[in-house]
């Protein structure tokens, strides 16, 4: 019998986003009944809005260096059991094709919608019933298993799967549910944090930025642990940008940022043979030539001292070394939940088992995907935690 026509099937997954639709369908195929049960309207939202649109759903180096965690050993055996592959294959075999936009982070072509669709297809076929718009008001243990009190009415099922994701884009759907029926367990949550965000300035580098919005150039970023060789953005709020996404998942407030803008070019040394070489030129158009114009045209305005290189001291030509090796800023802070991809932080897995993600005092409650404490660096790391988490759980129900 499926789940669709049964009062209270085998498992309930809370939360239909990536990581949700994933056990489910894995559990179903495995014989399980089951009922995906989400507050929202539409499945899947941040799927949809994943990647710029194009959703970045896996990337082929995934490995647990590129994750943050206080229990950093517990998502190994997920990620070495459900790999990168195994979802290009399922992504190949509905007919998807990738697009490899950096080295090993793979998009659609398009659009994120077909892997949307995918899911939903698995899931119908693995019967998989999948309910939306129902508010969940309580989760508690229920002789054996568990019972829910929803907005329609109340639910025994065997086990339940907290899959509600973290607190970014509350527009989106996202809530701490998951944190508040961790914590009536009994289970810890460590500290929640916006992460994959981007930078915040105070007035004058607020200003300055602004007046560069959209231009963008490859730099190493550093802050704390984190050292990135991506690519920074300025926008009218502040710093962006890949390099900028990956350093707010280490910068604490007060922290500065190091970028260098010329990675790989030692400007000082490259300015004194340019000196030696080209006399004549300005600082202006050697900057110009290696630096977006505007950039290039915003430094000179900035700190003045453009001349030609033939009367430049030695220890002009180590200040600009200075400004462009090693730039120092301090972000006022960051744009926070609403426009942060994932959460830093979440529900503590050292109470979970790593090889089925049940809660080990209370196996018939399970928690999978962005609500633990697991997250991913930029480039569909995330994604692949999703789909491995779910996969792992949906095979041990
Ligand atoms: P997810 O958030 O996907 O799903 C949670 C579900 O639970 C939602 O459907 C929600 O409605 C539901 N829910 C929440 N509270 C509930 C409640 N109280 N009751 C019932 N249901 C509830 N990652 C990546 O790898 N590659 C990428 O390209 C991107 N791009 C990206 C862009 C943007 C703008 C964002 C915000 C995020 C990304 N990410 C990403 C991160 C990625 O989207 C995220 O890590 C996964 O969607 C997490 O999957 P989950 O299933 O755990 O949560």
């Known amino acids: 019998m499926s ?3 049964c009062p209270n099937p085998d498992v309930v997954v809370v939360g239909a986003g990536a990581a949700g639709l994933m056990c489910a369908l894995t559990a179903g195929y495995a014989g399980r009944r ?3 049960l989400d507050h929202a309207s ?3 939202r941040k799927i949809l809005m994943s990647g710029g649109g194009r959703c970045n759903f896996t990337n082929m180096d995934t490995g647990p260096h590129n994750f943050f965690s206080q229990n950093p050993h517990f998502c190994i055996s997920a990620l070495k059991r459900y790999r990168p592959e195994h979802f ?6 509905h007919g998807i094709e990738p697009v490899e936009k950096a080295p090993g982070q793979l998009f659609c072509a398009d659009s994120s919608r077909p892997i949307l669709d995918m899911l939903l297809t698995e899931c119908d076929w693995a019967g998989v019933d ?6 969940i008001e309580r989760v508690e243990r229920h002789g054996d298993g568990m019972r829910l009190t929803t907005s329609a009415g109340t639910l025994d099922t065997g086990a339940v799967v907290i899959a509600t994701g973290g607190l970014s884009i509350p527009t989106m759907g996202a809530t701490g549910f998951g944190y508040d029926v961790a914590r009536s367990f009994g289970l810890a949550v460590t500290e929640t944090r916006a992460a994959l965000v981007p930078f915040t300035l105070t007035s004058q580098w607020k200003a300055r930025a602004a007046a560069l919005s959209g231009v963008a150039c490859e730099v190493e970023a550093r802050c704390r642990n984190g050292r990135y060789r991506e690519p920074l953005l300025f926008t009218h709020r502040g710093l962006s940008g890949p390099a900028m ?3 707010s998942s280490h910068w604490q407030p007060g922290d500065a940022l190091d970028i260098d803008l010329l990675p790989g070019v030692d400007a000082f ?3 004194r043979e340019a000196r030696e070489a080209t006399p004549r030129r300005h600082v202006s158009s050697w900057l110009a030539e290696r630096l977006p114009r505007r950039l290039a045209q915003a430094l000179i305005e900035w700190h003045g001292d453009d001349g030609v290189l033939a009367e430049a001291s030695n220890a002009q030509l180590e200040a600009w070394g200075e400004r462009l090796n090693r730039w120092s800023i301090k972000p ?3 744009e926070g939940w609403r426009t942060a991809e994932v959460t830093l932080g979440g529900v503590d897995t050292r109470a979970l088992s790593s090889k089925t993600f049940a809660v080990r005092e209370l196996p018939q409650l399970r928690f999978i995907g962005e609500v633990l404490d697991v997250t991913g660096e930029l480039g569909g790391y995330n994604f692949q935690w999703a789909w491995a988490s779910g996969v792992a759980c949906g095979l041990a129900l």
């Not at 290009?88 to 075999?93: S, Y």
């Not at 999948?130 to 508010?135: G, V």
């Open 88 to 93: 290009l294959e399922l992504v190949e075999r």
């Open 34 to 36: 089951v009922r995906v």
């Open 42 to 44: 539409k499945p899947g």
């Open 3 to 5: 789940a669709r026509s």
């Open 269 to 271: 040394a490259a300015l």
């Open 332 to 334: 006022a802070g960051t």
């Open 130 to 135: 999948i309910q939306l718009a129902t508010t």
């Open 245 to 247: 996404l990956q350093l």
